[in-house]
């Protein structure tokens, strides 16, 4: 079992960086395939980036893709996004998942099994 806490959302100016954390307990952060999805008001849930255990292998999401960053420390059971360049459009709650038999970034949220409750992040422009 995983439990996934999310921080570092907030109210940010179109053009500003903002830094999500996703705190894992559990044993075995180190395997788990971490991923982070958006969903908007009135949208469905979208896939922003993912990255296997070893870090080695990431996905993006054409539309965040040169902007955002994803990376994880294992020593400390986290996971990062880095935003840059925000635009109003990147105005969503943000979830961060976890899924530990996954062994390639997957982008569909259906392969993750485990769920953060969500930050908000705002974008005002």
């Known amino acids: 079992q995983v439990q996934l806490v999310e921080s570092g959302g907030g109210l940010v100016q179109a053009g500003g960086s903002l830094r999500l954390s996703c705190a894992a307990s559990?044993?075995?952060?180190?395997?788990?395939?971490m991923g982070w999805f958006r969903q908007a008001p009135g949208k469905e849930r979208e896939f922003v980036a993912s990255?296997?255990?070893?870090?080695?292998?990431?996905a993006y999401s054409n539309s965040v893709k040169g902007r955002f960053t994803i990376s994880r420390d294992n020593a400390k059971n986290t996971v990062y996004l880095q935003m840059n360049s925000l635009k109003p459009e990147d105005t969503a709650v943000y979830y961060c998942?976890?899924?530990?038999?996954?062994?390639?970034?997957?982008?569909?949220?259906?392969?993750?099994?485990?769920w953060g409750q969500g930050t908000q992040v705002t974008v005002s422009s």
């Open positions: 559990g044993r075995t952060f180190s395997s788990y395939t």
């Open positions: 998942a976890a899924d530990h038999q996954l062994a390639h970034p997957s982008s569909w949220y259906a392969d993750y099994v485990y």
């Open positions: 990255m296997v255990w070893s870090g080695v292998s990431t």
